[in-house]
């Protein structure tokens, strides 16, 4: 009977018991759980933010590893070509959580939620705020990601009347809600800054986008732009960040991810009141296990009858 190895989202081992009589469910709530159940696992269910490269070693041809996320980007893929080890993860089961994270980020700037909610506690009216609020309206949103989250974020931001463009490797292969014109390859990044109100990241971490929100991208936005990133905390440079808050050459950032997570009690981005920072949530919701459950069994299915994964990697 095959055996899937659920790591720290226990709540999916829980909810995967007894949705298939041929599958023996096994929790392991930290690493060293993991590494005791690793080598009798046919499957192996984890987050990348909990996955350390000595797992591999556990592993054999045959075997399935499947991420809780869309991302694999801290997964030895290589390696796992190598051993015959098949990764597949959750692209698509985040898009409207994570695109509805993303303009709530947004939301809570534009509108000073985080002021208000302060002034809330001390029971201050607070009205003379008003005057600094910003309307979403005609404003210029530029998508850099546009795959299925970045399209979800682009049609919430058409629905707020906003002027939006995207950045995707390949516009020809666009198929979506923007017209051609608005699409731009990642080498026509750079012209559309000057012009973005809000720059929102939703673009797979890779080799070309570690680090790509640099000091130049942050000094080519106005003054007035906010930044929003619902991707991976390394595609931003975060000292170059921290700059441009302090000097004010940017208006505020809405941070989902973060380089080294969970953030330090030390960094200075908690600090910000032109920040708002959340644990790496974007992609949850009351759904969340429940959509990724009904993922994997269909998967789960197809690995049984050896046809070809959704979303497989390799």
């Known amino acids: 009977m095959p055996s899937v190895l659920v790591h720290h989202d226990l709540p999916i081992a829980k909810r995967l018991e007894g949705r298939r009589d041929d599958l023996t469910v096994v929790p392991a709530s930290n690493r060293d759980e993991a590494l005791e159940a690793l080598p009798g696992a046919d499957v192996f269910v984890v987050n990348p933010t909990n996955w350390t490269d000595d797992y591999a070693s556990h592993l054999s041809a045959g075997d399935w590893v499947q991420a809780t996320s869309a991302g694999y980007a801290r997964f030895p893929v290589s390696e796992f070509r ?5 990764l597949t993860n959750a692209s698509g089961n985040y898009d409207a959580a994570v695109a509805d994270h ?3 980020l947004l939301l809570a700037l534009s509108r000073r939620l985080p002021a208000f909610v302060d002034r809330q506690r001390r029971r201050e009216w607070g009205r003379e705020l008003g005057g600094d609020l910003v309307d979403l309206a005609g404003r210029t949103l530029t998508v850099c990601g546009l795959g299925n989250i970045g399209e979800a974020v682009a049609r919430r931001a058409l629905a707020f009347e906003m002027d939006v463009y995207g950045v995707k490797r390949d516009p020809a292969d666009y ?3 923007l017209s051609a014109d608005r699409v731009l390859s990642p080498e026509r990044f750079q012209s559309i800054l000057e012009d973005t109100d809000v720059l929102v990241l939703t673009v797979p971490l890779t080799d070309d986008t570690h680090g790509l929100v640099d000091r130049d991208v942050l000094e080519a936005l106005p003054e007035s732009a906010f930044l929003v990133n619902v991707a991976r905390g390394e595609i931003v ?3 170059a960040l921290i700059d441009a808050l302090e000097a004010g050459t940017i208006a505020g950032a809405g941070l989902d991810v973060f380089a080294a997570e969970p953030l330090s009690a030390e960094s200075p981005l908690w600090a910000f009141d032109e920040t708002v920072v959340t644990p790496h949530v974007a992609g949850r ?3 969340f296990v429940d959509r990724f459950v009904d993922l994997f069994v269909r998967n789960y299915d197809r690995w049984r009858a050896g046809e070809p ?3 497989q990697i390799c």
Request: glycine share 10%; aromatic share 0%.
């Open 82 to 86: 190598d051993q015959g080890v098949i």
């Open 102 to 104: 993303a303009m709530s």
């Open 175 to 177: 198929d979506g809600h």
């Open 237 to 239: 440079d975060e000292r």
């Open 285 to 287: 919701s009351e759904s």
């Open 309 to 311: 994964l959704e979303n």
